[in-house]
């Protein structure tokens, strides 16, 4: 087990905190395997991050989050999804994550757990996978080769991170281009086939990470480009970051556990007056309550998988907390 | 003489029929080809040899019905045919009938019903027909029919050998080097072997078998570097059928067995997929004439299909069997249909299918046609089986179709002219669309769509004979507002969208001249702005000329021809990112010889 974590005194910010690297080594993978989440226990805990998969036993399919020491960066398509474009982790270790996105929200959530849950975010690698990389440089069935026919196309593969603190969607973001073609100079284009730092900082506090993938190639069945990512080494400072809290939030309403396995409280110490309702991923709406009336949900009878939260008040104010049933 | 035939034709609804002299007349290697050319339903074709679907009238692929010798051919799986597989020569008879027949045919009839037949002739003694053309991008078409027999017995052997590079030229964009495409190679090897046995005027019996193997690479799009991919199809048909007709009563039965397999490839990707099916067939056709005006016909067909793939939990089977009934008044004026059909799908019965069809003749030139009839289509079971995103609880698809046409026709001094004009309505509801799961990472089936589609249809025919000059024409002109009646995020669409790959306007033309040994056609295709999946593709139009000389002495007669396709050079897509050959010759020869 290589679990890295530190204990530093630093002063910023008047506070002392550690901090958590989620390096994916301890799953103790031998070379070229990978976990997809077929063992069905809804996700990976490391460090202090749990990274949710949803995996289907019919299919062998999942999303969300898996781990991989994969080494074949050289075969395209779909059979080889958990392999990253550097056939190694980030600085030469030999295992990392894969994310893949959902169709219907195009993006993945993990969350900070333990210490980390509420804290800063120092930041995290990431890379293309083998997928999403070929596909980009080559073409295949269904995407297109970057560049297109002329080479001239201004295509882009963008990777967006955002963060959730108490369950509200911050204002900030971080975004990475996984490829970019924009440039009027062909020469400039590029595809990241290298394990790049992204200083995630900026985000301040979270209790969650959301991943987005938005791309050029887009058809009327949505993105064409394969919706996967590699990431690793992400560390998270485990003590929230003092100054750099922002207002972003709205209601001040209390949701937890989340993740949760039974039932999510509700805490409205403010007596705000308006609706909760929970929906699925489909939109399909599950509970419709009075703000006031609801102390908790009940998620037992609820199959695994994201929920998303939504308190709207009466002086028109909303917000979305996407909630994680294990 | 043809006497085995498929079930009546609908009345109210408008047919094509193509004889097997028109046929000939053609050097189309495939189906699809042919009717992508002459007539004014639509193929979505691929390019080259590469996959070829059809739309009538709107419908989707899997919305049209394809009989061969009356018995529906479609995968039962995908719920369509790929038509570059049907080589054109296979058929004696091609018949298109446009507009929704779910009542005669089942699943599947909404758009319409396309028919290829195989027919005895118990005229010949012995007939040999030898073609046999070659073209550009090495293409090879090689055809043999043996025919023999007697008044009683007749055998006919039908052999088809087709291959090609494919190595189009491709013409990526303006300012983009051309370059040849590769991996498109196409090899097929086919025989029909049937027999005809007509112990006297009233009985005859018909045995066919159907062998093909075909192997096609399937090329990279415009925007992929390369592929090696590859699928190869399998198809052995047996079918056996038997007719008895006297003055009251007609009596056919048919009995089918098709087994079929086709497995995709991609070595670059290390994927190997295998889908099998098998499918038997059986059908009953009682006709009954009360008298010179009134009949009735009572039919029943059963189908049973397993299918096997690798994207299946189990070998999945399905069990259907329909029952129909319909009356027939004719007249010298008038002929009126009523028909109600019953089918029960793994012991699940549907709602009936009505059918009401009408026809009225206006004085000795015009014809008036008319006809309601509720639709529907049945899952293919890839939509109910396939893992991930099939759904076992899908419903059919179903809805009501409404016809109305007119045809005019004038005939003076060796001149004929033909106006047929007809206008339909359709609306279906539980359209099946695969759209992303609840789960968000695979799509799934679901009966999410209402689909409405109305349209006109004007198509008008000019021959003219003189001596040893014949001149043929046709022009067709299709409007086609087939439109989503929801939105949706995925697949993007919103209400009142064009169905993808679904032109609004679609024209052709036909001339043709004969005159003694020589023979010339020139044949024009429009096709207007189209939605696909990725991009807007443009409109596009493809010319074709074809020329031949006939020769004949005693009983050996034949034709040397050539055609030249896509004359105008045309850099058009059917779908976006697939390239499509520019002009393109083919010759050829005919060699007949007939005791």
Redesign the interface.
């Known amino acids: 087990m290589k679990k890295i974590v530190f204990a530093l005194a630093l002063l910023a910010f008047n506070s002392s905190f550690a901090q958590t690297t989620s390096t994916f080594e301890d799953f103790n993978l031998g070379v070229d395997s990978a976990l997809n989440g077929s063992d069905l226990q809804g996700g990976f805990q490391n460090g202090n991050t749990f990274f949710p998969n949803t995996f289907d036993s019919q299919s062998n399919s999942w999303f969300g989050f898996g781990i991989s020491s994969m080494t074949d960066n050289t075969t395209p398509g779909f059979m080889n999804d958990l392999s990253c474009i550097k056939a190694e982790g980030a600085m030469g270790s030999s295992t990392y994550g894969v994310a893949y996105m959902s169709y219907l929200t195009n993006n993945v959530v993990m969350n900070l757990t333990g210490a980390a849950e509420g804290g800063g975010i120092e930041g995290m690698y990431v890379n293309n996978s083998t997928y999403a990389y070929l596909s980009m440089r080559d073409g295949d069935g269904v995407a297109k080769k970057f560049g297109g026919i002329t080479g001239n196309d201004p295509d882009f593969f963008l990777l967006t991170i955002e963060k959730y603190n108490n369950g509200v969607l911050g204002t900030q973001k971080v975004e990475f281009y996984l490829a970019d073609f924009r440039s009027a100079n062909n020469a400039d284009d590029y595809l990241i086939s290298e394990w790049t730092y992204l200083d995630l900082s900026s985000l301040g506090n979270a209790d969650s990470l959301a991943f987005s993938l938005s791309s050029s190639d887009v058809g009327q069945f949505g993105m064409n480009t394969p919706s996967y990512f590699c990431l690793d080494d992400l560390t998270t400072k485990d003590s929230p970051v003092t100054g750099i809290r922002t207002n972003e939030e709205l209601i001040d309403v209390q949701i937890y556990p989340n993740p949760t396995t039974d039932k999510v409280y509700i805490e409205n110490n403010r007596n705000f007056e308006g609706t909760i309702s929970l929906n699925d991923v489909s939109g399909r709406v599950i509970v419709l309550s009075d703000l006031e009336m609801a102390d908790f949900i009940d998620f037992s009878t609820l199959s695994e998988g994201v929920y998303y939260l939504t308190i709207e008040l009466k002086d028109g104010r909303s917000q979305n907390f996407p909630i994680l049933k294990k | 003489m043809e006497f085995i035939q498929i079930r009546k034709a609908a009345i109210g609804l408008e047919k094509i029929v193509w004889d097997s002299t028109t046929l000939k007349s053609r050097s189309f290697a495939s189906l699809g080809d042919f009717l992508s050319q002459e007539s004014n339903v639509y193929v979505k074709s691929y390019g080259g040899n590469s996959l070829g679907t059809i739309s009538v009238q709107g419908a989707s692929a899997s919305q049209t019905l394809l009989l061969w010798n009356g018995l529906p051919v479609q995968s039962p799986m995908l719920g369509l045919l790929d038509l570059s597989l049907i080589p054109l020569n296979f058929s004696d008879k091609v018949s298109l009938q446009v507009g929704g027949n779910s009542s005669s045919w089942g699943s599947g009839a909404i758009g319409g019903v396309i028919g290829f037949q195989n027919t005895g002739n118990f005229k010949s003694k012995f007939e040999l027909d030898y073609n046999s053309s070659i073209g550009s991008f090495s293409s090879l078409q090689q055809d043999l029919q043996l025919k023999g027999g007697s008044k009683h017995f007749q055998s006919v052997t039908q052999v088809n050998f087709q291959k090609a590079k494919n190595d189009i030229l491709v013409r990526?964009?303006p300012?983009?080097e051309n370059y040849r495409q590769e991996n498109a190679a196409f090899l097929q090897m086919g025989l029909i072997q049937s027999f005809y046995v007509k112990p006297n005027d009233k009985n005859e019996l018909a045995i066919h078998a159907w062998l093909q193997e075909s192997e096609k690479e399937?090329p990279?799009?415009?925007?992929?570097?390369?592929?090696e991919?590859f699928q190869k199809d399998q198809i052995k048909r047996f079918m056996a059928s038997w007719a008895y007709k006297n003055k009251k009563h007609n009596i056919k039965v048919k009995a089918g067995h098709f087994r079929e397999q086709q497995e995709f490839i991609?070595p670059?990707?290390?994927?190997q997929a295998l889908n099998k099916f098998q499918t038997s067939l059986g059908e009953a056709n009682y006709n009954f004439k009360f008298n010179t005006r009134h009949s009735i016909e009572v039919a029943s067909t059963t189908i049973f299909t397993m299918a096997q793939s690798e994207?299946y939990?189990e070998v999945n089977t399905q069990f259907k069997t329909a029952g129909l009934f319909a009356y027939r008044l004719t007249t010298k004026q008038t002929q009126l249909q009523l028909s109600l059909r019953e089918e029960w799908v793994d012991k699940n019965l549907l709602a009936p299918l009505p059918y009401i069809g009408w026809q009225q003749g206006i004085g000795s030139r015009l014809v008036l046609k008319a006809k309601v009839s509720r639709e529907f289509r049945l899952p293919t079971l890839n939509d109910l089986y396939w893992?991930?995103?099939g759904n076992p609880e899908l419903k059919p698809e179903e809805g009501w179709s409404q016809e109305l046409g007119l045809t005019w026709r004038q005939k003076f001094k060796g001149h004929q002219l033909k106006l047929t004009n007809s206008v339909f309505n359709r609306n279906i509801k539980n359209w099946i669309l695969w759209a992303?799961s609840?789960?968000?990472?695979?799509?799934g089936a679901n009966n999410i769509a209402k689909v409405w589609s109305y349209g006109l249809s004007s198509r008008l025919d000019y021959d003219f004979k003189k001596g040893k000059f014949v001149f043929n024409s046709n022009l067709s002109f299709n409007y086609t507002n087939s439109t989503y009646q929801i939105s949706l995020d995925?697949?993007?669409?919103e209400k009142g969208d064009q169905l993808?790959y679904t032109p609004k306007y679609q024209a052709n033309g036909n001339v043709s001249l004969k005159l003694g040994e020589w023979s010339f056609r020139y044949q024009h295709l429009l096709i207007g702005e189209t939605?696909?999946?990725?991009?807007l593709i443009p409109r596009y139009h493809v010319g074709n000329i074809h020329l031949a000389y006939s020769f004949k002495q005693n009983n050996f007669s034949g034709k040397i021809f050539t055609s030249i396709n896509n004359i105008y050079n045309q850099n058009y897509r059917v779908v976006e990112?697939r390239a499509m050959p520019g002009t393109n010759l083919l010759f050829g020869i005919n060699i007949n010889l007939k005791k």
């Open positions: 990526p964009a300012n983009v399937i990279p799009t415009l925007t992929q570097l390369n592929s991919a991609d670059q990707i290390h994927l994207s939990s893992s991930p995103g992303p609840d789960l968000g990472f695979f799509w995925l697949p993007k669409i993808f939605l696909g999946a990725n991009d990112r």
